[in-house]
Nanobody, 123 residues
Framework: QVQLVESGGGLVQAGDSLRLSCAAS????????MGWFRQAPGKEREFVAA???????IYADSVKGRFTISRDNATNTVDLQMNNLKPEDTASYYC?????????????????WGQGTQVTVSS
């Protein structure tokens, strides 16, 4: 089992920055690829970014160049730095863990999920 707890959400204005953090516990963190997903009201959960234990990362086109995912295997945390936020970034953001070394943008490949943290971007 892997337990994931997100933090750092909030209400910001368009153009602002926000940093989300996910703390993992329960298993060897370095065995897991980590991802961030988001879900807006009335929409399906969608991929945002993912990172391997060796810090290779992939991003959704909608956030590329604005968001940066990072991880610290010593502290078992994965962060999502979000810059130049837009109203369309408003969503609940979820941290997820996938057992293995490869990356995936499919939520079905992730077996562990946090409870989510709300990000609201006003125009």
């Amino acid at each position: 089992q892997v337990q994931l707890v997100e933090s750092g959400g909030g209400l910001v204005q368009a153009g602002d920055s926000l940093r989300l953090s996910c703390a993992a516990s329960g298993r060897t963190f370095s065995n897991y690829a980590m991802g961030w997903f988001r879900q807006a009201p009335g929409k399906e959960r969608e991929f945002v970014a993912a990172i391997t234990w060796t810090t290779i990362a992939i991003y959704a086109d909608s956030v590329k160049g604005r968001f940066t995912i990072s991880r610290d295997n010593a502290t078992n945390t994965v962060d999502l730095q979000m810059n130049n936020l837009k109203p369309e970034d408003t969503a609940s953001y979820y941290c997820a863990a996938r057992n293995g070394a490869t990356l995936s943008s499919s939520l079905h490949q992730y077996g562990y999920w946090g409870q989510g943290t709300q990000v609201t971007v006003s125009s």
